[in-house]
């Protein structure tokens, strides 16, 4: 049995045996396709994709696994690297350009593959992303990420000698510089007139002080749950997730919406203030809706999220 990871750090991982350690040594990667069709058979575990194609080819460029993201409806290519010389820019936008030049072919392949009935106004295009799978990075590589708007993850993949495998994420530092500032490549600016890369500033705008102030005092207690926590910034909402999304903040101009993804028949909710939202269409995930526009009930609104953080790992 494998056992995933996300998001852990790279230090030496150890197996206890009646109080003794032991070093669990990793191991070389032989076979770049063994790790993609173990990626691609995990999809949803990893990441929550959807598996929707394995060398997908088209104008001469061949794309390892194409994935779709029903969350974010939105297409994903995943590349899987051996030699460590590639450029990262370089070769995420020639992909994120065959995608936005050639939508209906995306499209055709996903219905043909899926048996989906997709068009292309379902798709939001603006969140496509690239992600790259590698052994390990070379230092120019990361900081070639080092952008707030770049559409590009670089995932370590690391197998380890007790059968277990890491994939880790490795994460840019806060950074304000945006890629079209500094960059005059066609490509580059032509892609980023319709992908767009979220921060969480984006969503502040139009809010009032008083929510905003709520917002970070609630963000504050989100990340206090554990170190492994993430803030993923999307158009429509902000996910705080681990292996996946538990809570989805919609910041509005005098209150915060959040969905979780525990049911409503599941929650702790004494003041009943949640909502079951299971049928009704809205941005994100989640099944149950709740609302935070005071201060006094953060503490009571933080206990819901930590409800949906505790489900998330039964």
């Known amino acids: 049995m494998l056992y995933f990871q996300i998001n852990l750090n790279t230090m030496p991982i150890y197996k206890v045996e009646k109080d003794k350690l032991t070093h669990i040594r990793e191991q070389k990667i032989e076979f770049e396709?063994?790790?993609?069709?173990?990626?691609?058979?995990?999809?949803?575990?990893?990441?929550?994709?959807?598996?929707?194609?394995?060398?997908?080819?088209?104008?001469?460029?061949?794309?390892?696994?194409?994935?779709?993201?029903?969350?974010?409806?939105?297409?994903?290519?995943?590349?899987?690297?051996?030699?460590?010389?590639?450029?990262?820019?370089?070769?995420?936008?020639?992909?994120?350009?065959?995608?936005?030049?050639?939508?209906?072919?995306?499209?055709?392949?996903y219905n043909e593959k899926t048996g989906g009935n997709l068009k292309r106004d379902d798709v939001d295009w603006s969140q496509t992303r690239v992600l790259f799978f590698a052994n390990s990075f070379t230092s120019y590589q990361m900081n070639a990420i080092n952008f707030r708007d770049l559409p590009i993850e670089l995932w370590e993949v690391k197998i380890y000698d007790n059968n277990t495998i890491l994939y880790n994420q490795l994460l840019a530092?806060?950074?304000?510089?945006?890629?079209?500032?500094?960059?005059?490549?066609?490509?580059?600016?032509?892609?980023?007139?319709?992908?767009?890369?979220?921060?969480?500033?984006?969503?502040?705008?139009?809010?009032?002080?008083?929510?905003?102030?709520?917002?970070?005092?609630?963000?504050?207690?989100?990340?206090?749950?554990?170190?492994?926590i993430e803030e993923r910034p999307k158009q429509n909402y902000i996910a705080y997730r681990t292996q996946q999304a538990f809570a989805y903040v919609h910041l509005q101009k005098n209150r915060i919406k959040i969905?979780?993804?525990?049911?409503?028949?599941?929650?702790?909710?004494?003041?009943?203030?949640?909502?079951?939202?299971?049928?009704?269409?809205?941005?994100?995930?989640?099944?149950?809706?709740?609302?935070?526009?005071?201060?006094?009930?953060l503490n009571y609104i933080f206990s819901l999220i930590e409800q949906s953080y505790k489900y998330l790992l039964k």
């Open 259 to 297: 969905h979780l993804i525990i049911s409503k028949d599941k929650l702790n909710d004494p003041k009943n203030i949640s909502r079951d939202v299971t049928n009704i269409g809205h941005h994100g995930g989640g099944v149950t809706e709740i609302y935070l526009d005071k201060e006094e009930d």
């Open 33 to 109: 396709r063994d790790i993609q069709q173990l990626t691609e058979k995990n999809l949803d575990t990893l990441l929550g994709l959807e598996f929707v194609s394995t060398e997908f080819s088209l104008h001469q460029l061949r794309i390892d696994t194409l994935a779709y993201d029903k969350e974010n409806s939105a297409f994903v290519i995943i590349e899987y690297k051996r030699d460590r010389s590639f450029s990262v820019i370089d070769q995420g936008y020639a992909y994120l350009a065959l995608m936005l030049n050639n939508k209906a072919d995306f499209i055709l392949e």
């Open 173 to 228: 530092q806060e950074a304000k510089e945006s890629i079209k500032t500094v960059s005059k490549n066609k490509t580059i600016s032509s892609v980023s007139k319709e992908v767009k890369v979220y921060n969480v500033e984006d969503h502040l705008v139009g809010v009032e002080e008083s929510t905003k102030n709520l917002f970070y005092g609630l963000k504050e207690k989100i990340f206090s749950i554990k170190d492994d």
